[in-house]
């Protein structure tokens, strides 16, 4: 597996990587970025990944999050994928929350999608092979956390592969997919029309179903678009998890909206948590 | 004069405001965006403003430079204007150098430039009207700061107007961009033939010509290529500042390139320089 360089830029003393790759579970070629922290030049590093929302490429997060000065003052690699495959064989819809930027963190059974949709392993199995071969990343010490579509992928990922991540934690994550139309469209294209299929990507009925992970951080603003609509199903999730003993911490931010300019008034806060879990 | 709202976000417990209103001096629609912190709830505040680099709207110092933070801290509203003039009735060219995008904050004199292309007079005149008409700012308290031309841009405003601006610093700053084949072209077709006209927007000129401005802090990476390639002349620059009596400080930073990783790296120190100037 080769590693390609796309760009590196210096920043706050480490590196700012992308990277690109070609990948077997996707069958395409995937970018990522890394930022590699001032702490890696003589040993590995704690890796942080991250999981960015609906129409997001791996540059979103890199370049408007400001994690970089978060990350280096606590020694941590930050690895954020890109969001679905692409490519001109790829399939692809013309609705934002399908297809291209809309992969859901799913593995797709569905045509045309199964073909190269299957976000899942990707995050789950080749990121991290692929980023601990080419990286100074000590995967032993994992963090997972995301936004909107990605706090989705973020809880999901570590309810499923508790023993993967040491710290988890979203901003404005969509928490129960198919309790609301926009994941019962979804998962009806990615995997089809029997529900039971949905449940595995549904973080509220994985707690539901006895599913847990590390303690769980959420910030959500109130101006939120998406949560007025009532996309987000926080309060079903936090139902959940207090039934089941899932450890669960749910910040309601005054004022604040859906996009990165919440994201970057909290990432500080967001990156503190994980360093305490993964330095520790 | 109307100031239209074109977006609005919670950001660090202040505002990140996208404006917009019809300028008199360019003659078109102009964009700025303007972060309020939370301490201009109940007074006016300090205003610090960025001059941007080629090819930038209003936007690419907003999302990537990571100054919010920085500002909410020391409470300094915080505006940034487009680079140029835009629009269907605007004159542009192919190349990414001139025309939109590429205003080089000086008032054309030439045709078809001369009708919109006016942004010294608009950052200088305009730009502080429109600001104090509609948002918290004190503007005698006022800074100014740029990246590359937007350096250029800060650099020559301040030995012009020196009674404006408290507190002067540039990153990656274009210095003498009439001794550079770029400045030749640029200024060739802005501002016409005669070399003695293009003096006036010149930096290095202005201070051998005894014009001279609050103390400069200058941060460059030497890993740049623009700086590599010698279109910056920061040295020429820091030779005829120190002829002059002008003080100027030049940090090089090692291993840094042009971009707005480098640029958001040294945000808190260039904010931090401000604060001491504009809240002593």
Known sequence: MTLEIVSASKCFGGTQYVCAHESAVTRCRMQFSAYVPPQATDRTVPVLTWLSGLTCTEENFTVKAAVQRHAAEHGLLVVAPDTSPRGANVADDEAWDLGAGA??????????W?????MYEYVVDELPVVVSAGLPADMSRSGLFGHSMGGHGT????LRNPDRYRSVSVLAPICAPIQTGLGERIFGAYLGADRADWRAYDATELVKDGRNCAPILIDQGDEDEFFKAGAMKIDAFRAACEDAGQAITVRMQQGYDHGYFFVQTFMGDHVDYHAKALNG
Do not use: D, M, W
């Open 114 to 118: 199964s073909a190269h949709y299957r």
């Open 155 to 158: 809880l999901v990922i570590a």
């Open 103 to 112: 992969g859901f963190y799913v593995n797709a059974t569905q045509a045309p």
